[in-house]
């Protein structure tokens, strides 16, 4: 099954230097908890899935993967059950702000890191809307938001480190 990932052009290189998709946030309970999972979803069209309003454009880079049957968990049967459970009037907001019923069954989460060995395309959305792939220099290219600079050096330095170690 094709899933798509969609994120800032400043989050990509701290998802890429610090080893994948790893920080995405579930709320449980009454949304006063979470769970690390990334968000994901089998439409490939951001809009109406609740990414605008943020200060950076969640929807400038599609991250396509495969994943089997079994793998992702559909968020609306996650949030049902006890390992994911979202009292349903949260979960009937969060389907309202993020686009109703129809966007909130393409969502799904998966709860391990994804590597960017599993990425099939890095896209970017390019002006006239559409997604092609991007080019090594043009992910190269990127800054990450200054927020993650530092979490994204410390995490690359580490990794370093660690393959240094096992060399």
Same mark, same amino acid.
């Given at each position: 099954?094709?899933?798509?990932?969609?994120?800032?052009?400043?989050?990509?290189?701290?998802?890429?230097?610090? #080893?994948? !998709?790893?920080?995405?946030?579930?709320?449980?309970? %009454?949304?006063?908890?979470?769970?690390?999972?990334?968000?994901?979803?089998? %439409?490939? %069209?951001?809009?109406?899935?609740?990414?605008?309003?943020?200060?950076?454009?969640?929807?400038?880079?599609?991250?396509?993967?495969?994943?089997?049957?079994?793998?992702?968990?559909?968020?609306?049967?996650?949030?049902?059950?006890?390992?994911?459970?979202?009292?349903?009037?949260?979960?009937?907001?969060?389907?309202?702000?993020? #686009?109703?019923?129809?966007?909130?069954?393409?969502?799904?989460?998966?709860?391990?890191?994804?590597?960017?060995?599993?990425?099939?395309?890095?896209?970017?959305?390019?002006?006239?809307?559409?997604?092609?792939?991007?080019?090594?220099?043009?992910?190269?290219?990127?800054?990450?938001?200054?927020?993650?600079?530092?979490?994204?050096?410390? !995490?690359? !330095?580490?990794? !370093?480190?660690?393959?240094?170690?096992?060399?």
């Amino acid at each position: 099954m094709r899933l798509y990932h969609f994120t800032s052009l400043g989050h990509l290189p701290v998802i890429l230097a610090t #080893g994948g !998709l790893w920080r995405g946030e579930v709320p449980l309970l %009454d949304g006063s908890r979470i769970t690390r999972a990334n968000w994901l979803t089998s %439409d490939p %069209d951001p809009g109406g899935h609740g990414l605008d309003g943020s200060e950076v454009d969640k929807r400038a880079v599609r991250i396509e993967m495969e994943f089997g049957p079994r793998e992702a968990y559909p968020w609306l049967r996650f949030a049902s059950t006890r390992a994911g459970y979202l009292e349903p009037q949260l979960v009937e907001e969060l389907v309202r702000t993020g #686009g109703g019923q129809r966007k909130a069954r393409s969502w799904y989460v998966y709860p391990r890191q994804i590597p960017p060995s599993r990425f099939l395309a890095i896209k970017f959305r390019r002006e006239n809307g559409g997604y092609s792939p991007a080019t090594p220099s043009e992910i190269e290219a990127l800054v990450p938001h200054e927020e993650l600079a530092d979490v994204a050096e410390e !995490l690359r !330095l580490a990794r !370093l480190g660690t393959e240094k170690a096992y060399a």
